[in-house]
Structures are given as C-alpha cells and as structure tokens.
C-alpha cells in the first residue's frame, strides 16, 4: 500500500503542477480504494500542502495580489465550513453535480461561445465554492481554476495564485481533520516522505510547464477540468 500510494502521489503532484490543480483529484480516488475515507483525505491533503509549498517556491514571482484577496479569503472561510460538514452531508450528490457541470463549462469554453466575466463577483463566487468543496470532499481544485481561468492569467500566474489559495485552504482544512482523529497516530511517519514525494513532483511538474506554451496550457486546464468532471459523474453513477 505504501510504495503505490507515493507513486500516485508523486504522478498526481507532477500532473497537477503542469494543470495548476488536480493533484487530490487524481490521488484521493485511487488511494480510497485501499484507505478509508478519512484517512485518505488526511494523507491527501498533506500531499496538496506539501506540493502548493512546492509550486509557491517554484512560481513565487507570478501570483496575482488582487486575486490573491478577493478569491482567496472567501475561500479559506468556507473550507472550514465545508471541512467542519464532512461528517453531516453526503457528498456522492456534490460530486456528480459538480461533475456536469464542469463538463458543460469546459466543452462550451473550449468553443469559445462562453466566458466567465472578469469580475469581484467572479473571484468571490469561485472562492466560496471552491473553498467549500475542498473542505467537505477534499478536491475543489478543478472548480478554482474554472472561475481562476476567467481572468486569463499568464500560465506562471495562474498556477502561482491556484498555489496560495489551496495552500491557505488547506492549512485551515487539515487541523480540522486531525483534531477530529481522521489519521491514526501510527500512520503520521508517513508525513515526511508525502512531503518529500510532493517537492519532486512539483519540480519536475513546474520544468513541464516551463517549455508550454500559453495558449496550450489554457487548453490543458480545460481539457483537465472536464476529464475532472467526467471522473466526477462516473464516480457518483457508481
């Protein structure tokens, strides 16, 4: 179990570095098959902290301030909410609806017949979703870059300000979890190897990125965030 688990960690933190997001969307799903919920969510989210630590160093000049606040505090907030609800809402539902709905975002994107407007409401509506849903299932990353992607930010940017926020996000999240006793105490040697793990994905992750194009790499975060999508809606017609 051990020597899988790294290895899908390190792949997800190299895929999700090159995408800006996903590295729990692509962890948290395999590693349940051979860890209960709770404590794959916990190992998870140390492997999302670990590796945004990574992409904050590695993109630390790229992040957008105005960004930085207006979506990243609403989001913060709501994570506690949502990380504080685990226990109390079936989250089978979220996910599929979730799933469709970035699906359609994605395709209709991807033709270029809509756009998410550039706004303080954008910024504030992607925060509070995305920041609930990284609380409450562990993987509310394919929706910040959904709303993040409507300011067509610079890739070095976008992936730099995806950073902060989950990074933020998941430092309130992860004390919640462990004071409500998700991780066994046996298990916590297991920390310093994810962050280990989640460094080197990041880096080699981050020199990907730096031989893409701009124009490509929006087209990798659509394509992700509808494979994301499609994962979702599977998932929940399980």
Do not use: C
């Amino acid at each position: 179990m051990n020597v899988l688990f790294f290895i899908i960690a390190f792949i997800s933190e190299v895929v999700g570095t090159i995408a800006g997001f996903g590295s729990s969307t692509i962890a948290l799903p395999i590693s349940l098959l051979f860890l209960d919920f709770k404590t794959a969510i916990v190992l998870v989210a140390f492997l999302h902290i670990f590796g945004n630590i990574g992409r904050v160093s590695f993109f630390r000049f790229g992040f957008d301030k105005n960004i930085l606040l207006k979506f990243g505090m609403i989001s913060v907030l709501f994570s506690l909410v949502g990380a504080l609800l685990v226990n109390y809402i079936p989250q089978a539902g979220l996910k599929g609806g979730l799933g469709v709905f970035l699906i359609i975002y994605s395709a209709i994107s991807w033709s270029g017949t809509f756009k998410l407007k550039a706004s303080s409401a954008t910024a504030l509506v992607g925060g509070t979703l995305s920041g609930f849903l990284a609380g409450l299932i562990g993987t509310g990353g394919a929706l910040r870059a959904m709303f993040l992607s409507a300011f067509q930010l610079p890739k070095e940017k976008f992936i730099a300000t995806a950073a902060i926020i989950a990074l933020a996000v998941d430092a309130i999240r992860i004390p919640v979890y462990i004071s409500g006793g998700y991780l066994d105490s046996n298990l916590y040697w297991l920390v310093p190897i994810i962050f280990v793990t989640a460094i080197a994905g990041s880096f080699v992750g981050k020199k990907i990125v730096d031989k893409i194009p701009q124009n490509f790499f929006r087209k990798v975060v659509l394509s992700a965030i509808f494979m994301v999508g499609v994962k979702f809606v599977i998932d929940w017609l399980l």
